[in-house]
């Protein structure tokens, strides 16, 4: 071996880029080669050639020195394959170590490497940039598309990173949808030609489909352990299962024999009182149950957050207005990663058990859209295209609402009407597959032990009255207004949370309104109780057999026949129970403002069904007791007369709960729809309806925007929405850049400007793409070029390519023009053009161009004037103008 | 492809255990018909609970033995009504057990991480200062990052490198959307 010439002084080491890029690539691998050496005892030192460097280090793998450009070093930062190379030289060259077992060792050695190399190969991509990458940059989860297993990839993609997009950008969808297009054909075209190429082109037809019967069944069995856990933790706030400490309270009471008065109560299932204390009674053990409650539940939420701040903090709040802006073209890396999945199914149920005012609804849509990402990795079809992949989120986000609420039809009109943003028919079709077998896993699954997908699951199907209507409609407006309340106080809570101090104490602020929630909750028994079984209870309707307070209705029951159960008398359990409901109403209505948008998983859904539901009931039992009471009064006489049963207090609990959902969201297809799956009955139809209409009205009334909308303007996030209509005078000239009195735009000439030049402009400004045009007098556009697709190609062809130096020129055209024999090579940039950007002239009214952003997806637009460059349109532009033209502040969005 | 594919391989493991479970065949335990009768005359109420096949679920086969006299039977097996229950205790047993899994180890994860790790951390990284600070009064040689890891870690093993460094990457992603979402505020508010 060569020793290090000043092996006694260690050589400086340039701590610049070149050696970073080194540390976080060569080191495991040096490190495990010199142990492989080493440990075979045949050498004490070796070198490693890196970047016109050459590496000395001893046995131990310690760098002993570091020479700087000796003549043979390799122009380019070797990748871990040359450096294999070096390694198996050095086997040659060492002729005694080649016994069978080093060679063994070596090469399955090798194969570890160039797996790592294969998983890793992102990162290193990412680091041929010139400069530090921006921040989140490294953090690759979501999107990236340049996986580099391209043993079946028929299309030859220049450089890897080229197309791809950077953390928290936008991208452009009609670039996308067109590679798609090119690739399709590209396979389709060459199936004809083996069989192999006709097999792949079915598999490749085939992938989408497949992919879809993955995600339900794992969002299916992700759903049913959410349900079991949560099911299970919720209980064990109040006590612990002795024949089996992980049956719950019912599945506890199973077998056992209960009484008709006493039917909760079982021999196996202990209150924490009567496990410490031995009995249930007194005062002492309802302190002391008291306490295990609320102790429990600030342990779990406290777990729940602390988990969420320790490992994913994306996995916070409901996820719905970030899948909302994600599905628009925006790029959040991360944050349907694997660890957002982990930590967000996990804590779902910590949060939910921990008796918050919250629900497991909305975060379960962001638990399949991770599903559905992670699971796309498998495809190289939605692996390498953004666009493809979030027609998969789409369906993902069916299959999540579709085992929310176990309505797989109201959970494609969910993904249709409130989170997809494009949303082909070819779309809908396998969203519905998705949903089908997301529904179908769950079921299979049994989650609640009564062969539904719901807790609040009901199956009544008493006829309603026309006059119903307007206590129906009366719900409806309840519905709006709370709505209309909700979203303004819970934005205006989260703005502060936002902008003051409060949000610097994120497991605090959990704590606290947890230990009010537990401490309120616990005296009420309808806000101690889990908020689905609170709904299901209300949904309820009485039977004689019910043994609910809600339910102790003046009971004959000598005269009463079989299943035909007259309006009664409310008992004094009902009344009880009315003004406990109502002390609950409050306390739901208040505490759900505080508690949607804090950092654990929180979803609005079943909050804001268990308020109209708890208002329902209450409007329902009123009408009922007003019919009883007055059945001679001429409204009720001709279908209300004594002794009929013409009031369902459940029917009006399950339209309150519609309202307000529809209040708070906007929904209502979808809403009436999933309401309707969940009731199992037609009937019911034009009730929901109506209270969803009337919410919506009402709401909408008093301020424009959902709640997810208004969560999404609040943090900043590029989503143009598409229901609303611009209907301002003004033209695409007032819009673009340069302004009038910027600098004129910054373009790239076709076949003029060298390397240098170019490069100069992409450092001097930060603009992510560039028109270039045929020459600057002229401004003629030939295309568009991406900053970043700029910038690796440069880097690559520097390194890569020969006599690419600063003083090259670029060329963008098909036939570069000759140059002189002495001049440096020239470099060829077509392949990354983009020959087919989008231009406007300049006089385009802005309702057109608002428009062509929306429909079309686009990142970018470039203006004209008599056929000559302008300007540029990006949507942020556009976001910004819109804002403005709504009076708001423009630098509110953020991002770009 | 091979290496996605055995990453995802417990994942679609426990996919298949968990989709499995759910259409094990029932265990005797875990179907039961339960009618509950409300009181009727001078009987008060009762819960009957049995394990019975579907089929036999009503008030006939379940309710045994008949509080009432024969002509009264009809009248009250009409008010009781009958439901029959399935569920899989090994589902839930499983489930709750896998559940508890993943939460205790993602547990002790998080307190290594807090407080293992910058213990360990600190005393390789004294260590190596030592070093590090000895040779810079000798030579007063600025010292390079990579020399710091290499000297750190020498002597631990490949993949354990592999995996710390997999570990570093995957912190400072944390950290940046921790640093996002907590202290600038940008997302998720």
């Given amino acids: 071996m060569l020793s290090c010439p000043s092996s006694s002084h260690p050589c400086h080491i340039h701590l610049g880029y070149p050696s970073a890029l080194f540390e976080v690539l060569y080191i495991p691998f040096l490190l495990s080669l010199s142990h492989l050496l080493a440990s075979n005892g045949k050498i004490s030192s070796w070198q490693v050639l890196d970047l016109g460097k050459r590496h000395h280090l001893d046995a131990g793998g310690d760098l002993l020195c570091s020479e700087q450009s000796f003549p043979g070093a390799t122009p380019y930062p070797g990748d871990l394959l040359k450096l294999g190379r070096v390694f198996l030289a050095q086997i040659t060259w060492e002729d005694h170590l080649s016994s069978f077992l080093f060679l063994l060792k070596s090469l399955v050695f090798l194969l570890y490497e160039f797996w790592f190399f294969i998983k890793r190969g992102k990162t290193k991509k990412c680091s041929i940039f010139p400069f530090p990458p921006p921040p989140g940059f490294s953090s690759y989860n979501g999107g990236g598309m340049n996986g580099t297993s391209t043993m079946m990839d028929f299309l030859e993609e220049p450089l890897p990173g080229v197309g791809t997009y950077e953390d928290f950008n936008t991208i452009d969808w009609v670039r996308e949808k067109s590679r798609d297009r090119d690739r399709h054909r590209e396979i389709t075209s060459r199936s004809k030609e083996s069989t192999w190429a006709l097999l792949h082109s079915v598999s490749d037809a085939f992938s989408g489909w497949l992919l879809m019967l993955l995600i339900g069944l794992l969002a299916g069995s992700l759903a049913g352990l959410i349900d079991i856990s949560a099911h299970w933790m919720t209980d064990l706030k109040e006590g612990v299962c002795l024949a089996g400490f992980w049956f719950n309270h019912e599945h506890c009471c199973w077998k056992s024999n209960t009484t008709f008065t006493d039917r909760d109560k079982c021999p196996e299932w202990k209150s924490w009182s009567q496990l410490i204390l031995g009995h249930g009674e007194g005062a002492f053990a309802y302190i002391l149950n008291y306490l295990m409650y609320v102790i429990w539940a600030l342990m779990f939420s406290l777990l729940a957050v602390l988990l969420v701040k320790g490992f994913a903090p994306y996995a916070c709040g409901s996820g719905i207005p970030e899948i909302k802006t994600i599905l628009s073209g925006f790029i959040i890396r991360g944050y349907l990663g694997k660890w957002t999945l982990v930590i967000k199914t996990i804590t779902l149920v910590l949060a939910v058990s921990s008796g918050l005012s919250l629900g497991k609804e909305g975060p379960l849509v962001h638990v399949a859209c991770c599903c559905g990402n992670i699971l796309c990795h498998l495809f190289t079809k939605y692996r390498k295209n953004e666009a493809k992949r979030r027609e998969v989120l789409s369906a993902a986000a069916a299959a999540g609402v579709s085992v929310a609420f176990g309505a797989p039809i109201g959970g494609v009109l969910f993904s249709l009407e409130e989170v997809s943003y494009y949303f082909p028919l070819k779309t809908l079709w396998r969203s519905f597959f998705a949903a089908l077998v997301a529904a179908f896993t769950l079921r299979s699954i049994n989650p609640f032990g009564n062969s539904r997908l719901v807790l609040f699951y009901v199956e009544f199907h008493m006829p309603w009255h026309l006059l119903e209507l307007v206590p129906f409609i009366l719900l409806g407006i309840f519905g709006g207004l709370w709505g209309a309340f909700f979203i303004r106080s819970n934005i205006a809570w989260c703005r502060r949370r936002k902008t003051t101090r409060l949000g610097k104490y994120p497991v605090l602020e959990v704590l606290v309104v947890t230990a009010i929630t537990a401490i309120l909750a616990f005296p009420n028994e309808y806000t101690r109780m889990s908020t689905s079984e609170l709904i299901s209870e209300l949904f309820n309707d009485c039977g004689i057999l019910d043994s609910s307070k809600l339910c102790e209705y003046v009971n004959d029951f000598n005269s009463t026949k079989g299943d035909d159960l007259p309006d009664r008398a409310a008992g004094p359990g009902v009344y009880t129970a009315m003004w406990q409901l109502a002390l609950a109403l409050i306390m739901k209505v208040f505490i759900t403002i505080f508690t949607f948008g804090m950092k654990v998983p929180s979803g609005l859904f079943i909050p804001s069904m268990a308020v109209g539901a708890i208002a329902g009931r209450l409007l329902g039992v009123a009408v009922e007791q007003l019919a009883f009471y007055h059945h001679d009064w001429p409204i009720f006489s001709g279908w209300c007369s004594q002794g009929a049963d013409c009031i369902t207090p459940g029917l009006y609990a399950m339209v309150g709960a519609a309202a307000c959902l529809g209040g708070v969201t906007r929904m209502t297809v979808s809403l009436v729809v999933i309401m309707f799956e969940l009731t199992g009955g037609l009937e019911y139809i034009v009730p929901l309806m109506a209270a969803a209409m009337t919410s919506k009205w009402v709401a909408d009334a008093i301020g424009r925007e959902g709640i997810y909308d208004a969560h999404i303007r609040l943090n900043g996030y590029p989503f143009l929405e598409a229901k609303e209509e611009f209907s301002h005078k003004t033209r695409a000239m007032d819009v673009m850049r340069p302004r009038k009195n910027d600098p004129p735009l910054t373009v790239i000439t076709q076949d003029s400007m060298s390397v240098e030049d170019v490069e100069t402009i992409v450092s001097s400004t930060t603009y992510s793409g560039y028109p270039v045009v045929v020459s600057r007098t002229s401004q003629r556009l030939v295309g568009f070029v991406l900053r970043r697709d700029l910038i690796i190609s440069i880097e690559n062809a520097r390194k890569k390519q020969d006599g690419i130096v600063s003083t090259s020129v670029i060329c963008f055209t098909d036939y570069c023009p000759p140059l002189p024999p002495s001049s440096p090579s020239v470099l060829k940039l077509r392949s990354i053009l983009d020959l087919s950007p989008f231009t406007v002239t300049d006089e385009t009214p802005m309702e057109i161009v608002v428009d062509i952003f929306r429909k079309l997806g686009l990142r970018q637009c470039l203006v004209t004037h008599n056929g000559k460059l302008l300007g540029i349109i990006t949507k942020k532009d556009v976001l910004k103008h819109i804002a403005q033209m709504a009076n708001q502040d423009p630098d509110s969005i953020l991002f770009n | ?189």
């Fill in chain 2, 1 to 189: 492809m091979a290496a996605r594919g055995a990453r995802l391989c417990p994942l679609l493991l426990l996919l298949a255990a968990l989709a499995g479970l759910g259409a094990e065949a029932k265990n005797s335990e875990d179907v039961r018909c339960k009618c509950i009768c409300p009181p009727y005359k001078d009987h008060s109420g009762h819960i009957y609970n049995k394990n019975v096949s579907q089929k036999d679920c009503d008030c006939l086969h379940v309710v045994e033995p008949m509080p009432v006299p024969g002509p009264d039977v009809e009248a009250y097996c009409l008010r009781c009504e009958c439901k029959y229950e399935e569920r899989s205790s090994v589902t839930i047993k499983v489930t709750i057990i896998i559940y508890l899994s993943i939460l205790g180890l993602l547990l002790l994860y998080m307190v290594y991480l807090t407080l293992v790790e910058p213990i360990l951390k600190r005393r390789l990284l004294g260590h190596s200062q030592l070093i590090q600070s000895d040779e810079d009064i000798g030579d007063h040689q600025p010292f390079a990052n990579a020399h710091d890891v290499l000297a750190r870690s020498r002597s631990r093993a490949n993949v354990l490198n592999k995996v710390e460094y997999a570990q570093q990457r995957w912190k400072l992603q944390v950290q940046e959307q921790r640093k996002s979402v907590f202290d600038r505020h940008v997302v998720l508010s």
